[in-house]
């Protein structure tokens, strides 16, 4: 391993060049000016490698600051150089300056909450609970507090030590909040991000102008069109003038520049080519003595023909449907009225029923918009609205909130929070830790280098001088393992085919720490970055996939021999036999870019170490109610879908990688069953493929017969079944699966 390995400054380049055309070109203000943050970030990333103030790949990447301190990060991981809890003071930090009578700047707060004053405002909010803390940093004045109340001198001079030195730089008083509640609900976006987003949707300018075009233009172009109608004979225009009628045009023209004047969202009726402005201008001409331009006879006759006489059944029907479509709420409208429903709901939490925010508009509602009472909110409202709803888990991705497993990742620390706090008997504790929890999850991951390890909950100092409270009767335990396997169980049944996200896997590796497993749960690893060597962790994990999967159709189908594996040793930090294994096993690495090469190594760990599957059998115990055929099934549902979208997609990889891996989840579902539900399991797939499009059949048909081979008692590796396909996501040279048609 190489440990003078560094991040290369040519991605921060790359990332800043894109925030700077951004902001120069794109035609929101709103995107150019969070673009000119981004750029401003990215501008201190670059500048702090250059300089050497910034360490990019360290689990310590800004120079003077501890690694408990949180900092900024943006995309790809890279520190900015700046701590996130630094910056102006924030609004609730002037108030509470403010409040205390003391100088507005972060120092003299901080001072001010070690005052007995000052103490008891802190006591005060630990038995309310009615806080909330967004970064890590901002728990740990409400930590000395409890320290000190509980008698603990020494473990709160401790935490002062430590952080006394950033005192004023960084916030360490919390925030204004309510209590948490109920640990088994959860919510996907407080009320506060649900109103952000609402009142971030820009007014549809198209939709307005077609509304205007519907209700005022159209109606206007069919008068103009009746008036030249008056002069029609034998099928020509202009041909008599009726009794008033140039003072009823004369009328007409008037009204249209008032028209003009109110109403200026749509200017068809200004394109010298659209049949209203012909009519229009005709009628000008005419008055000025200019005479009749030619087009009118053709405008008058087009119109006629496509839509009728004006007043004819047809047209008259036509027309009322577009004013009906016109005379429709614009969603800006009833977005002010959801807006207003919201805003005596709390802010920072969710609600425990979306249905009094998203009913139909009500009599009082219409009478002071203007939009007809018992009129429906539009879908893409609903579903803003939806994502505040506060329930649990399995609710939420029943009600589709959560349609994902990444979605399912975001809302598992609101869950492992109560969890892993529940370890501490006094409630004011309990409520601070969870609070801490869920705060810390929220921290970024690093971009880390050579092997190093992100930054522990346990390394915050006042987290390390909670750990003498926690109790040890094993409650904890087994409140732990039982949200551990929930867990897991909900990501299987509720996204089978899908790779658990990286940070759902932090998440069970905390509960499992709580729960006292050693479970070696292990990440995604990105090909870009891959350094040719993997943790001891991931022999550990291979090794675990041996107990659960030796003998059965998983490790003959992949044609690993996992009593080899379990005979293969690890060193304290890495494992050159299993590095090893990896690269033969992904067979030749040439012909290709490096990343590829990376990508096959890093997927062979994947097979190996089945994805953290098998260690969500064995130890964590999963068992979905459904059956591991089912989920078998609804795998390969999910691979026949992914390998549908390859087809005439011109960026097809990624998804080739996904589809691969949904299968590989299908071929682990069914090692787990019996040989009569593999059977019938395989027997649904291939109907299940007969009803894809011929594309999709012709490429899963030889992976789905190669399945078959093994179940049979075949290989894949002694050329006996040469239609047969072992498949995989990485390749060198272009994908066997991408040259079928």
Same mark, same amino acid.
């Given at each position: 391993?190489?440990?003078?390995?560094?991040?290369? $400054?040519?991605?921060?380049?790359?990332?800043?060049?894109?925030?700077?055309?951004?902001?120069?070109? &794109?035609?929101?203000?709103?995107?150019?000016?969070?673009?000119?943050?981004?750029?401003?970030?990215?501008?201190?990333?670059?500048?702090?490698?250059?300089?050497?103030?910034?360490?990019?790949?360290?689990?310590?990447?800004?120079?003077?600051?501890?690694?408990?301190?949180?900092?900024?990060?943006?995309?790809?991981?890279?520190?900015?150089?700046?701590?996130?809890?630094?910056?102006?003071?924030?609004?609730?930090?002037?108030?509470?300056?403010?409040?205390?009578?003391?100088?507005?700047?972060?120092?003299?707060?901080?001072?001010?909450?070690?005052?007995?004053?000052?103490?008891?405002?802190?006591?005060?909010?630990?038995?309310?609970?009615?806080?909330?803390?967004?970064?890590?940093?901002?728990?740990?004045?409400?930590?000395?507090?409890?320290?000190?109340?509980?008698?603990?001198?020494?473990?709160?001079?401790?935490?002062?030590?430590?952080?006394?030195?950033?005192?004023?730089?960084?916030?360490?008083?919390?925030?204004?909040?309510?209590?948490?509640?109920?640990?088994?609900?959860? &919510?996907?976006?407080?009320?506060?991000?649900?109103?952000?987003?609402?009142?971030?949707?820009?007014?549809?300018?198209?939709?307005?102008? *077609?509304?205007?075009?519907?209700?005022?233009?159209?109606?206007?172009?069919?008068?103009?069109?009746?008036?030249?109608?008056?002069?029609?004979?034998?099928?020509?225009?202009?041909?008599?003038?009726?009794?008033?009628?140039?003072?009823?045009?004369?009328?007409?023209?008037?009204?249209?520049?008032?028209?003009?004047?109110? &109403?200026?969202?749509?200017?068809?009726?200004?394109?010298?080519?659209?049949?209203?402005?012909?009519?229009?201008?005709?009628?000008?001409?005419?008055?000025?003595?200019?005479?009749?331009?030619?087009?009118?006879?053709?405008?008058?006759?087009?119109?006629?023909?496509?839509?009728?006489?004006?007043?004819?059944?047809?047209?008259?029907?036509?027309?009322?449907?577009?004013?009906?479509?016109?005379?429709?709420?614009?969603?800006?409208?009833?977005?002010?009225?959801?807006?207003?429903?919201?805003?005596?709901?709390?802010?920072?939490?969710?609600?425990?029923?979306?249905?009094?925010?998203?009913?139909?508009?009500?009599?009082?509602?219409?009478?002071?918009?203007?939009?007809?009472?018992?009129?429906?909110?539009?879908?893409?409202?609903?579903?803003?609205?939806?994502?505040?709803?506060?329930?649990?888990?399995?609710?939420?991705?029943?009600?589709?909130?959560?349609?994902?497993?990444?979605?399912?990742?975001?809302?598992?620390?609101?869950?492992?929070?109560?969890?892993?706090?529940?370890?501490?008997?006094?409630?004011?504790?309990?409520?601070?830790?969870?609070?801490?929890?869920?705060?810390?999850?929220?921290?970024?991951?690093?971009?880390?280098?050579?092997?190093?390890?992100?930054?522990? *909950?346990?390394?915050?100092?006042?987290?390390?001088? *909670?750990?003498?409270?926690?109790?040890?009767?094993?409650?904890?335990?087994?409140?732990? &393992?039982?949200?551990?396997?929930?867990?897991?169980?909900?990501?299987?049944?509720?996204?089978?085919?899908?790779?658990?996200?990286?940070?759902?896997?932090?998440?069970?590796?905390?509960?499992?720490?709580?729960?006292?497993?050693?479970?070696?749960?292990?990440?995604?690893?990105?090909?870009?970055?891959?350094?040719?060597?993997?943790?001891?962790?991931?022999?550990?994990?291979?090794?675990?996939?041996?107990?659960?999967?030796?003998?059965?159709?998983?490790?003959?189908?992949?044609?690993?021999?996992?009593?080899?594996?379990?005979?293969?040793?690890?060193?304290?930090?890495?494992?050159?036999?299993?590095?090893?294994?990896?690269?033969?096993?992904?067979?030749?690495?040439?012909?290709?870019?490096?990343?590829?090469?990376?990508?096959?190594?890093?997927?062979?760990?994947?097979?190996?170490?089945?994805?953290?599957?098998?260690?969500?059998?064995?130890?964590?115990?999963?068992?979905?109610?459904?059956?591991?055929?089912?989920?078998?099934?609804?795998?390969?549902?999910?691979?026949?879908?992914?390998?549908?979208?390859?087809?005439?997609?011109?960026?097809?990889?990624?998804?080739?990688?996904?589809?691969?891996?949904?299968?590989?989840?299908?071929?682990?579902?069914?090692?787990?069953?019996?040989?009569?539900?593999?059977?019938?399991?395989?027997?649904?797939?291939?109907?299940?493929?007969?009803?894809?499009? $011929?594309?999709?059949?012709?490429?899963?048909?030889?992976?789905?017969?190669?399945?078959?081979?093994?179940?049979?008692?075949?290989?894949?590796?002694?050329?006996?079944?040469?239609?047969?396909?072992?498949?995989?996501?990485?390749?060198?040279?272009?994908?066997?699966?991408?040259?079928?048609?």
């Amino acid at each position: 391993m190489n440990e003078d390995v560094q991040a290369n $400054p040519g991605y921060a380049a790359g990332q800043m060049a894109k925030a700077f055309a951004t902001a120069l070109t &794109h035609e929101s203000a709103e995107t150019r000016e969070r673009a000119e943050k981004r750029l401003e970030r990215w501008r201190r990333v670059l500048s702090g490698m250059a300089s050497g103030s910034l360490s990019i790949g360290s689990r310590t990447p800004v120079k003077g600051l501890p690694a408990w301190v949180t900092p900024e990060v943006v995309k790809g991981g890279f520190a900015t150089g700046t701590a996130a809890a630094s910056g102006p003071l924030l609004p609730y930090e002037q108030d509470a300056a403010r409040r205390a009578g003391v100088a507005c700047d972060r120092r003299s707060l901080f001072l001010h909450y070690l005052t007995d004053e000052g103490l008891n405002e802190l006591y005060a909010l630990l038995d309310s609970g009615e806080y909330d803390v967004v970064l890590p940093e901002e728990g740990a004045l409400l930590a000395v507090a409890w320290l000190l109340r509980a008698g603990d001198r020494t473990g709160a001079l401790e935490v002062l030590e430590a952080i006394g030195p950033f005192a004023d730089r960084l916030r360490f008083s919390p925030r204004p909040g309510i209590p948490l509640g109920d640990a088994s609900l959860v &919510h996907r976006q407080t009320v506060g991000q649900v109103r952000e987003r609402i009142e971030a949707k820009p007014k549809n300018k198209a939709v307005a102008a *077609m509304n205007e075009a519907l209700v005022v233009w159209n109606p206007f172009a069919d008068e103009l069109l009746e008036h030249w109608l008056e002069t029609v004979e034998d099928g020509r225009v202009f041909a008599v003038l009726p009794d008033g009628w140039g003072e009823r045009g004369a009328e007409l023209l008037a009204r249209y520049r008032r028209l003009a004047r109110t &109403h200026t969202l749509c200017g068809k009726h200004r394109n010298p080519k659209e049949n209203l402005a012909i009519l229009r201008s005709s009628l000008e001409s005419l008055f000025a003595g200019k005479g009749v331009p030619g087009l009118l006879q053709h405008a008058v006759d087009s119109m006629v023909a496509k839509r009728g006489l004006p007043g004819s059944p047809e047209h008259a029907a036509l027309r009322a449907r577009q004013a009906a479509d016109g005379a429709r709420p614009a969603h800006h409208t009833v977005a002010q009225i959801v807006l207003a429903r919201l805003a005596d709901a709390r802010e920072n939490s969710g609600v425990p029923s979306i249905d009094p925010f998203i009913a139909p508009i009500t009599e009082d509602e219409s009478r002071r918009t203007g939009v007809t009472a018992g009129a429906v909110l539009p879908g893409w409202l609903c579903d803003i609205v939806k994502s505040a709803l506060r329930a649990p888990v399995p609710t939420l991705i029943e009600r589709g909130i959560v349609p994902s497993a990444e979605v399912l990742a975001e809302l598992t620390p609101q869950l492992v929070a109560a969890t892993t706090a529940s370890a501490y008997p006094d409630p004011a504790l309990r409520r601070l830790m969870a609070a801490q929890y869920t705060a810390f999850r929220n921290r970024r991951t690093l971009l880390l280098l050579n092997l190093e390890s992100q930054v522990r *909950m346990e390394e915050l100092p006042w987290v390390r001088a *909670m750990r003498h409270y926690r109790r040890t009767d094993g409650t904890g335990e087994r409140e732990a &393992h039982t949200v551990l396997v929930q867990l897991g169980e909900l990501a299987l049944q509720g996204f089978p085919g899908t790779a658990l996200p990286n940070p759902l896997l932090s998440e069970l590796g905390a509960l499992a720490k709580r729960a006292g497993l050693r479970v070696p749960f292990v990440e995604e690893l990105a090909a870009d970055i891959f350094m040719g060597t993997f943790s001891t962790k991931y022999l550990r994990a291979a090794q675990l996939g041996a107990d659960v999967l030796e003998g059965t159709l998983y490790e003959r189908y992949y044609g690993i021999d996992y009593a080899a594996v379990r005979a293969l040793k690890g060193g304290q930090r890495t494992s050159d036999a299993f590095d090893a294994l990896c690269r033969d096993r992904a067979g030749d690495l040439a012909g290709g870019s490096w990343v590829a090469a990376n990508g096959k190594v890093i997927e062979q760990a994947q097979i190996l170490t089945t994805h953290n599957l098998a260690a969500l059998v064995h130890p964590v115990g999963v068992s979905p109610s459904p059956g591991w055929d089912d989920l078998a099934r609804r795998a390969f549902g999910t691979t026949c879908r992914l390998v549908r979208q390859v087809h005439g997609n011109p960026r097809p990889l990624s998804t080739v990688k996904d589809a691969a891996y949904a299968w590989r989840q299908a071929v682990f579902f069914l090692a787990l069953c019996g040989l009569k539900e593999q059977v019938s399991a395989i027997a649904w797939m291939q109907d299940e493929l007969d009803r894809q499009p $011929p594309h999709t059949g012709a490429r899963l048909d030889p992976v789905l017969a190669g399945l078959r081979h093994v179940l049979a008692g075949g290989s894949l590796d002694d050329g006996t079944a040469p239609a047969a396909r072992r498949f995989t996501g990485w390749a060198t040279g272009r994908h066997w699966l991408l040259q079928t048609r």
